[in-house]
Nanobody, 127 residues
């Protein structure tokens, strides 16, 4: 098993940046693909980005939502994954979750494809 703890959320003005971290413990982090999801009040949890175990493959939610503004990465030596969020918009306000899947490929874009979840970190973008 792997345990995940997100950090780095907070309040930021529109146009600003935040970097979320996902610290992993337990089994070897590099054995897992990782993903980031978010959930706004009253909405379903939605996919943001995913990265393979090695970091060699990444993909993002549809272009209009986060692609080009968010960057997913990982540092297996530090057992940590990251989500760099730039040019934040009001609609990016949500609880952000990291997730892990025991696979050598990518984890997928559906929440049920992942095996482990963090507790979430709140990101609030103000005008």
């Amino acid at each position: 098993q792997v345990q995940l703890v997100e950090s780095g959320g907070g309040l930021v003005q529109a146009g600003g940046s935040l970097r979320l971290s996902c610290a992993a413990s337990g089994r070897t982090f590099s054995s897992y693909a990782m993903g980031w999801f978010r959930q706004a009040p009253g909405k379903e949890r939605e996919f943001v980005a995913a990265i393979s175990w090695s970091g060699g493959s990444v993909y993002y939610a549809d272009a209009d939502s986060v692609k080009g503004r968010f960057t997913i990465s990982r540092d297996n030596a530090k057992n940590t994954g990251y989500l760099q969020m730039d040019s934040l918009k009001l609609e990016d306000t949500a609880v952000y979750y990291c997730a892990a899947k025991d696979t050598l490929g990518l984890g997928g874009s559906s929440w049920f494809q992942y095996d482990y979840w963090g507790q979430g970190t709140q990101v609030t973008v103000s005008s």
